[in-house]
């Protein structure tokens, strides 16, 4: 991380040496080019997508956990692991110090703004703007679904972070524990592989179903085009989601805005921003476990259709705060104030 934040100060340094503008407007990530555009006296102005280091992430590596960033070889070691802390308590401090430059910061959920303003100490310049979500096509889509088959979709890149072999084993519950009256649902696992590693862990996936015995109820749609994703929203009874500390998480609006009741990670941008009670009314299910999972699906396949449509109205209309419409009236708010008093 450090080499790369140096390589992007070395690259600023030659750009902003040729051009400088006025108003420094960065949207990937690269807090430490900041103090740099400051020096030559641009306004800083960045969109943060997602801490390039969290708390959660020292935490996680203090615990040992291993997951997808904290390699299970480090998380056994206790050296290697007070090693990586100690990396990323210096980062952390070198992180807040060059983030703190910025005239003004936009983040796009409170999960993101909590890190932000602990690690940056500048609450007073950062402001929260919801990520444009095109949900149009969706928002068309008719809630009622065909209850013959209940279908359930994941919408994510095949990519380990997304755990969706938690998605299979909470599946596998669920058809075990299923009532004999009641329709066997299929879960549809929706989306594209960037290269050999996704590709290998699609087919583990698919082997896993056949392991769990449930293949003849799983579908995999590989690098699909839009068309067809929104034609498997469109006939989904539940969206899920099994990302941990998804910064926001578009895949679970999507979910609403099609009708599709989500079942999303009771973590992060689902849990303080998306999957909340609509004027009183339910919009979701959050999990965490296997079984929690396993639970949520099973009272979406129980649930009365009348039940599942108040639910899914309830979405779909809290859906509509994350519109492309709201993200730019947000947008606009939030950097008036700076560039009118520059002018």
């Known amino acids: 991380?450090?080499?790369?934040?140096?390589?992007?100060?070395?690259?600023?340094?030659?750009?902003?040496?040729?051009?400088?503008?006025?108003?420094?407007?960065?949207?990937?990530?690269?807090?430490?080019?900041?103090?740099?555009?400051?020096?030559?006296?641009?306004?800083?102005?960045?969109?943060?997508?997602?801490?390039?280091?969290?708390?959660?992430?020292?935490?996680?590596?203090?615990?040992?956990?291993?997951?997808?960033?904290?390699?299970a070889l480090i998380a056994r070691s206790t050296w290697l692991s007070r090693c990586k802390i100690i990396y990323y308590k210096v980062f952390s401090r070198m992180y807040g110090m060059v983030g703190s430059c910025a005239h003004l910061v936009m983040v796009n959920s409170s999960w993101t703004q909590s890190h932000i303003e602990k690690l940056w100490e500048i609450p007073e310049r950062i402001k929260r703007v919801y990520p444009?979500?095109?949900?149009?096509?969706?928002?068309?889509?008719?809630?009622?679904?065909?209850?013959?088959?209940?279908?359930?979709?994941?919408?994510?890149?095949?990519?380990?972070?997304?755990?969706?072999?938690?998605?299979?084993?909470?599946?596998?519950?669920?058809?075990?524990?299923?009532?004999?009256?009641?329709p066997r649902p299929k879960l549809q696992f929706?989306?594209?592989?960037?290269?050999?590693?996704?590709?290998?862990?699609?087919?583990?996936?698919?082997?896993?179903?056949?392991?769990?015995?449930?293949?003849?109820?799983?579908?995999?749609?590989?690098?699909?085009?839009?068309?067809?994703?929104?034609r498997?929203?469109?006939?989904?009874?539940?969206?899920?989601?099994?990302?941990?500390?998804?910064?926001?998480?578009?895949?679970?609006?999507?979910?609403?805005?099609?009708?599709?009741?989500?079942?999303?990670?009771?973590?992060?941008g689902p849990k303080m921003d998306i999957v909340l009670d609509e004027d009183g009314q339910q919009t979701g299910f959050l999990a965490q476990s296997v079984e929690d999972y396993a639970d949520a699906i099973l009272k979406i396949v129980r649930m009365p259709e009348c039940e599942r449509l108040k639910i899914a109205t309830a979405a779909r209309r809290r859906s509509n705060r994350f519109s492309e419409q709201r993200f730019f009236d947000d947008l606009k708010a939030a950097i008036r104030p700076i560039i009118c008093h520059s002018s």
């Open 1 to 71: 991380m450090i080499g790369q934040s140096l390589g992007s100060v070395y690259l600023s340094w030659e750009a902003l040496s040729k051009f400088t503008p006025l108003y420094y407007f960065d949207t990937s990530g690269y807090a430490f080019t900041y103090p740099i555009a400051r020096l030559f006296g641009s306004k800083v102005i960045c969109y943060t997508h997602y801490p390039t280091i969290s708390l959660d992430m020292i935490s996680r590596v203090r615990q040992r956990s291993s997951m997808y960033n904290n390699d």
């Open 132 to 182: 444009p979500c095109d949900t149009s096509r969706l928002q068309e889509l008719p809630l009622e679904r065909l209850v013959e088959t209940p279908k359930i979709i994941s919408v994510a890149q095949f990519r380990p972070e997304k755990a969706h072999g938690l998605q299979l084993e909470a599946f596998s519950v669920a058809i075990k524990k299923l009532d004999e009256d009641l």
């Open 190 to 230: 929706v989306g594209s592989c960037r290269n050999k590693s996704d590709e290998e862990r699609l087919q583990n996936l698919k082997d896993k179903a056949i392991q769990l015995n449930i293949h003849e109820d799983v579908e995999f749609h590989k690098n699909v085009m839009y068309r067809d994703l929104v």
């Open 232 to 268: 498997l929203l469109g006939g989904a009874v539940a969206g899920i989601h099994s990302m941990i500390d998804e910064h926001f998480g578009i895949s679970v609006v999507e979910f609403m805005a099609a009708g599709a009741i989500p079942i999303a990670h009771n973590s992060a």
